[in-house]
């Protein structure tokens, strides 16, 4: 994860403010945090050690201008090769894939006379 131990300010959908450092951040967003210092609307700052925050609940996250995205932004993670290479020619997960599958059946049924 690039950002870990960046120190940021999150602002939350409920107006919630949280600033503090990152320690890991999960594809669906979800935020751990320590040296948590967090502001409720209309309420005095909390200090905490450390937080959780669900990603649903992010609005958005104010990064520090000393990071430097340019060189952040580049996906420098290896390409998946042969696996998945081999799952997207049979159609990847359920279907029939690209050759049919099992069968084609035969159709609605044959009808009555």
Same mark, same amino acid.
């Given at each position: 994860?690039?950002?870990q131990n960046?120190t940021?300010?999150?602002?939350l959908?409920n107006?919630? @403010?949280v600033h503090?450092?990152i320690t890991s951040v999960?594809?669906?967003?979800n935020t751990?945090m320590?040296n948590?210092r967090?502001?409720?609307t209309?309420q005095? +700052?909390l200090?905490?050690?450390?937080?959780n925050?669900?990603?649903?609940?992010?609005?958005y996250?104010?990064l +520090?201008?000393?990071? +430097?995205l340019?060189?952040?932004? @580049?996906?420098?993670? +290896?390409?998946?090769k042969n696996?998945?290479r081999?799952?997207?020619?049979r159609g990847?997960?359920?279907?029939?894939?690209g050759?049919?599958?099992?069968?084609r059946g035969?159709?609605?049924?044959r009808?009555?006379?």
């Amino acid at each position: 994860m690039k950002c870990q131990n960046e120190t940021v300010t999150v602002e939350l959908k409920n107006g919630t @403010i949280v600033h503090g450092t990152i320690t890991s951040v999960s594809p669906q967003m979800n935020t751990a945090m320590r040296n948590v210092r967090m502001t409720v609307t209309g309420q005095e +700052p909390l200090s905490l050690d450390s937080m959780n925050i669900r990603g649903s609940t992010i609005r958005y996250f104010l990064l +520090p201008d000393s990071l +430097p995205l340019d060189t952040l932004l @580049i996906d420098d993670a +290896p390409k998946p090769k042969n696996k998945a290479r081999k799952e997207a020619d049979r159609g990847g997960r359920g279907g029939r894939g690209g050759r049919g599958g099992r069968g084609r059946g035969r159709g609605r049924g044959r009808g009555r006379m």
